[in-house]
């Protein structure tokens, strides 16, 4: 089993709508969770991070985490085609030798479509 | 702020040659990780420093690759000899210890460095 899984997709959405991006981990002792957005050929940039259970909004972007689940999810309402971008999942252990080091999922592609 | 810089921005060599990609972080940034990227194997992390010192090189391919942070402004990560499966898209990011835990986690990348192998 990964450490992260994501859904590779495409996910395709139409323009206006609300994409949903999924991730899961596999280690209960992960407390922080990060949502980068990467457009092809450039480097990943940070979203939004999440560290308590519930949802997180900051614009058109949510963030939910259920930690009992083991589930990190990234809702964009009203999708624009710049929105169009690999979204890279990533979780982190704080404490102990893992502190500061994030391990990424494999990325969900998105197109949203005109 | 500059944010990370690193060099080259493209590489390409024949097999068997040595590469040096270096790495300039944000600063005042004390942790700075070297990270991978293939289609088939996603973000890898190769290694990471706390305070120039590294602390998981766990992610290092083999004895063929070695990272060195010799001030807190600049790291190298060295292949040598270079083998055409090393070809990838070579990522440094860097962060920073806080006040508060979360802060250390978030990661500023630098553009990468694509490294074609022949």
């Known amino acids: 089993q990964k450490e992260v899984e994501q859904n590779s997709g495409p996910l395709s959405v139409p323009e206006g709508a609300i994409a949903s991006l999924n991730c899961t981990y596999s280690d209960r002792g992960s407390q922080s969770f990060f949502w980068y957005r990467q457009y092809s050929g450039k480097s990943p940039e940070l979203i939004m991070f999440i560290y308590s259970n519930g949802d997180k909004e900051d614009g058109r972007f949510t963030a939910q985490l259920n930690k009992a689940s083991q589930y990190v999810s990234l809702l964009i309402r009203d999708s624009q085609p710049s929105d169009s971008a690999t979204y890279l999942c990533?979780?982190?252990?704080?404490?102990?030798?893992?502190?500061?080091?994030?391990?990424f999922g494999q990325g969900t592609i998105l197109t949203v479509h005109p | 702020d500059a944010g990370v810089i690193q060099s080259p921005r493209h590489e390409v060599t024949e097999m068997g040659q040595e590469v040096t990609l270096r790495c300039k972080p944000i600063s005042g940034h004390d942790y700075l990780f070297w990270y991978r990227q293939t289609m088939m194997r996603g973000l890898e992390l190769l290694i990471y420093?706390?305070?120039?010192?590294?602390?998981?090189d766990s992610g290092m391919p083999e004895d063929r690759f070695s990272a060195k942070m010799p001030n807190a402004s600049f790291s190298t990560l060295k292949i040598q000899p270079s083998e055409p499966r090393d070809s990838a898209v070579y990522f440094c990011?860097?962060?920073?210890?806080?006040?508060?835990?979360?802060?250390?986690?978030?990661?500023?990348f630098g553009p990468g460095t694509r490294l074609t192998v022949l």
């Open positions: 420093f706390n305070n120039n010192v590294p602390i998981d």
């Open positions: 990533a979780v982190n252990i704080v404490g102990g030798t893992s502190y500061g080091k994030l391990t």
């Open positions: 990011a860097s962060s920073m210890t806080s006040g508060g835990v979360p802060l250390a986690d978030t990661q500023y």
